[in-house]
């Protein structure tokens, strides 16, 4: 099993910005997918970004131009870049590896208006 631990969420002003970071036990983001989700209450959970080994990314709709997924490998960790917070960008955000399936607890983004 591959332990994933986000870090960097907090309290932001609207219009802020944040970098959460996602770091892997292990060398394995080279042959894993990389995806950031957010769960925000009384909403479904939904996907961001994702990143590939090679640092292929791709993006929901709503996070294009806002949001940037990289990583670097020879730290294991996956990081997510968030420009011009909204409060509707409150939830917590996890980071998730496939296929092997392993989540992070999660951190918590609060945007307030």
């Known amino acids: 099993q591959v332990q994933l631990m986000e870090s960097g969420g907090g309290l932001v002003q609207a219009g802020g910005s944040l970098r959460l970071s996602c770091a892997a036990s292990g060398s394995i983001l080279r042959v894993n997918i990389v995806r950031w989700y957010r769960k925000a209450p009384g909403k479904q959970r939904e996907v961001i970004a994702a990143i590939t080994g090679s640092g292929s990314p791709d993006y929901a709709d709503f996070a294009k131009g806002r949001f940037t997924i990289s990583i670097d490998n020879a730290k294991n960790t996956v990081y997510l870049q968030m420009s011009s917070l909204h409060p509707d960008d409150t939830a917590v955000y996890h980071c998730?590896?496939?296929?092997?399936?392993?989540w992070g607890q999660g951190t918590q983004v609060t945007v307030s208006s």
């Open positions: 998730h590896l496939s296929p092997t399936n392993d």
